[in-house]
C-alpha cells in the first residue's frame, strides 16, 4: 500500500488547512487520454464544503470540464530534503512533505451574479487580514473579465492528506525533522527569486 499508512492522513481538518495556506492548486482532468494539468487559485467554501475557481476561457482544458465530470485537484505544502545528519539514530536520506489531493464532481457556474459573488470571496481570502484591496461587485472590470473565464465548484468525494514527516522514528528524530522542515520553510529565498527575475 503505498504510501505507508503513517504517512496517510485522513484528518479532513488539517487538509483544509494546508488548502487554505498553500491555495495555488494543480487541476487535473483527462480526455481521450491526454492529460490536462493547469495551476490555479481555490478557497474552500465552509458553508457548502466545495472548492471553487476560476480557469481561463481560452485555456484547452476547459474543453475536460464537463457538468459532473470527476476532477482531481493536487495541494502542495512545505517539503524538504530531510539529511540523515540531523536524526539521533542511523537513517537514510529522504524527502519529508506534505500533498494533499481531492478528488470531486464539477459543477460549472454560469450565473453572472454567483460568478461575481465567487470573484468576490477569492479576493477577500487571497487579501487576508489586512484587506488592502477589497473588489466591489459595481467594479465594471469585474463586469468585463466575466466574458473571458469560466467558474466553477468541486464537490470533493474522496480526501488523500500525504504528509511524509518522519512518522516512522524516534520522538527525538521527529521533531529533529518537523524543525528540519520549519527551518527549510522559512529561509530566505531572495536569491532564488533575484536569479529568476533576471533578463
Known amino acids: 500500500m503505498y504510501p505507508p499508512p503513517h504517512h496517510q492522513s485522513h484528518d479532513i481538518e488539517k487538509m483544509i488547512l494546508t488548502i487554505k495556506h498553500f491555495p ?3 487541476l487535473v482532468t483527462a480526455i481521450g487520454g491526454k492529460p490536462f494539468v493547469t495551476h490555479i487559485p481555490f478557497i474552500y467554501n ?6 471553487v475557481a476560476h480557469i481561463d476561457r481560452s485555456n484547452p482544458q476547459l474543453e475536460t470540464l464537463t457538468e459532473n465530470a470527476e476532477v482531481t485537484v493536487v495541494f502542495k505544502g512545505p517539503d524538504t530534503y530531510i539529511s540523515p545528519s540531523i536524526y ?4 537514510l536520506p529522504t524527502w519529508n512533505y506534505i500533498i494533499v489531493h481531492i478528488t470531486g464532481k464539477l459543477k460549472l457556474l454560469n450565473n453572472a451574479e454567483i460568478v461575481k459573488q465567487t470573484m ?3 479576493t477577500k481570502f487571497m487579501e487576508g487580514d489586512a484587506q488592502k484591496f477589497s473588489l466591489k461587485k459595481d467594479d465594471s ?3 468585463r473579465l466575466i466574458d473571458y473565464i469560466q467558474a466553477f465548484e468541486i464537490e470533493p468525494t474522496h480526501w488523500e492528506g500525504k504528509f511524509k514527516l518522519s512518522q516512522d522514528k524516534n520522538v ?3 521533531e529533529n525533522a518537523k524543525q ?6 522559512e529561509k530566505d529565498v531572495s536569491t532564488f527569486i533575484e536569479k529568476i527575475y533576471k533578463k
Open 24 to 26: 495555488l492548486g494543480m
Open 120 to 122: 468576490m470571496a477569492m
Open 172 to 174: 527525538q528524530d521527529f
Open 88 to 91: 539521533t539514530t542511523p537513517q
Open 141 to 143: 472590470r469585474m463586469e
Open 180 to 185: 528540519e522542515l520549519k527551518r527549510s520553510s
Open 46 to 51: 465552509e458553508t457548502s464544503k466545495k472548492l
